[in-house]
């Protein structure tokens, strides 16, 4: 059952009675916040934590890694009232903040200046002190071997331990395996002296943000909560009621974890398919996307999902195979999971192998030929170049000789291959082969297809462009 309602706000604005408006609005978000699975008795006494729970006035708030995770959420809590103090270890970041000058694209440096306030940026965690709640938000990437590597985590607990105040609710929000929360969190926060549940609260809530995305804001992304206790989840649930519409509770941290483990999990099963779909049709010589466009029109019992360059971003890479791991400790395989990973690693050596078909069609070589990749970064609308299949395919394309440039209008530089984007007109003009790798917005694709002598589109984003100098994946 999900937590619904209006914010307090809102009803207060609507000129009725705010102390009625807050009642009924906060009782509805508390009894439907709470999980089918429960019992009526405990229901109620959930149910009745949280409206305990529930602070009057506003709230101090740590945020701990404030990247493209904890930066958004620390303004979503300013936003809506609450005081702030938002710590990194990287003190380029916290001076940057400081000055009043976002590095995150989804939030602007005016939006910034209006919640500067209330937001503190801070290298030190002396200053979690008086905070009603901590939210980890961490990286949590691969060791080389592939393996979790909660070296971030551990760090950041192990500070979080020793400034840790009774009463304080501590929740992780970093993507990471079930079992963390309470295996490898709440080991490290005990060694305070403190205890869970009496002393300090504890909980894991996963982050679903999807960056330069505008549909779907934090306030309306249902929110997920597990907590080690019932009074650590009707804690949560109290703290997240204030920046989101909805709150959707489980009865502990493992189905939390493991929830955001299967939404992303879903989506790389889902991305390899059609991956290896591209690849059988263009055997077949059969448009997959005409094929995709096709299944798509199916009103039920189908998602689409589209084929593409491979899965970059810090996410859809790195997250499977933190269940992957988990999964071996148990002595069992998660063979979805290795087969998904096995295709989308091998789609940008696919898009090098048809980089090579495309040039060899037109009598030229890879070896030589001047290569302009159009967008590096993971996504469309975003400057993230974390594990972006641009960076293989440069690579790749560079080990047969071609001479790579790019144009990204979201990425000035890019250190990891040592480029910096150039002009749009003139890459195309002096290349070989425009390959467009990521959809940008903004990208006049008719005109690609116009001035460059030949286009690779691994996106399928000039469908409707009919031109003999060009080729879809
Ligand atoms: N980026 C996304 O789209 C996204 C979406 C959902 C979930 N997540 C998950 O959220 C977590 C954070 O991801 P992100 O993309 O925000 O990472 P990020 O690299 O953008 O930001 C992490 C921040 O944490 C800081 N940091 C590292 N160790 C620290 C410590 N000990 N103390 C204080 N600060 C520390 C870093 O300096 C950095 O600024 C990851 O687990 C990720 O999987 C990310």
């Known amino acids: 059952m999900r937590l619904e309602g209006r914010r307090p706000g809102a009803l207060q604005r609507s000129g009725r009675w705010p102390g009625a408006a807050w009642y009924v609005t906060y009782q509805r978000r508390c009894f439907a916040a709470l999980n089918p699975a429960l019992t009526g008795t405990r229901s109620l006494f959930i149910a009745a934590r949280i409206l305990i729970a529930r602070r009057l006035g506003p709230m101090k708030i740590g945020v701990i890694g404030l990247g493209y995770v904890g930066l958004p959420l620390a303004i979503a809590f300013a936003e809506s009232g609450h005081d702030v103090v938002g710590l990194d270890a990287d003190p380029r970041r916290v001076q940057s903040l400081r000055s009043g000058e976002s590095y995150v694209e989804d939030i602007s440096s005016e939006r910034l200046a209006a919640a500067a306030e209330r937001v503190e940026a801070s290298g030190d965690y002396a200053d979690l002190s008086g905070c009603d709640a901590v939210l980890i938000c961490v990286p949590t990437p691969l060791t080389s071997a592939r393996e979790p590597d909660l070296t971030y985590l551990v760090d950041a607990a192990t500070s979080i331990a020793a400034v840790l105040e009774k009463g304080q609710l501590v929740v992780l929000e970093s993507t990471t395996y079930p079992g963390t929360t309470r295996e490898r969190l709440l080991p490290i926060l005990e060694e305070s002296g403190l205890a ?75 991305i390899a398919l059609v991956n ?32 593409g360059p491979g899965m970059g971003g810090h996410c859809l890479p790195v997250d499977p195979f933190y269940l992957a791991f988990k999964a071996r400790e148990q002595d069992f395989y998660t063979e979805f999971i290795e087969l998904a990973g096995k295709v989308n690693q091998n789609q940008p050596r696919f898009c090098v192998d ?120």
């Open 196 to 270: 869970v549940g009496s002393d300090f609260h504890l909980a894991f809530s996963p982050e679903r943000i999807d960056p330069g995305r505008t549909d779907y804001t934090i306030r309306t992304t249902p929110k997920i909560v597990g907590g080690l206790t019932d009074d650590c989840a009707a804690r949560a649930v109290a703290v997240y009621g204030e920046i989101c519409d909805e709150v959707v509770t489980v009865l502990g941290p493992e189905a939390a974890e493991l929830a955001k483990l299967l939404e992303n999990i879903f989506r790389s099963v889902n």
């Open 276 to 307: 290896e779909l591209a690849m059988l049709c263009h055997r077949l010589e059969i448009d997959v996307w005409e094929v995709v466009d096709a299944a798509a029109t199916k009103p039920f019992g189908f998602m689409r999902f589209d084929p």
């Open 354 to 473: 048809r980089i090579g078909e495309a040039l060899n069609d037109v009598r030229k070589a890879v070896n030589g030929s001047k290569i302009m990749l159009l967008g590096v970064s993971y996504k469309p609308g975003v400057g993230d170049t974390r594990e972006s299949p641009a960076l293989k395919i440069a690579r790749l394309a560079r080990e047969r000789g071609a001479e790579v440039s790019y144009h990204d209008p979201h990425v000035p530089e890019l250190g990891a291959i040592g480029l910096s984007s150039i002009d749009l007109g003139e890459g195309l003009k002096s290349c070989d082969l425009a390959c467009v790798v990521t959809a940008h917005p903004e990208i006049d694709y008719e005109q690609v297809v116009a001035e460059a002598p030949l286009v690779l589109d691994f996106r399928g984003v000039t469908r409707g462009i009919e031109a003999t100098n060009l080729v879809r994946l």
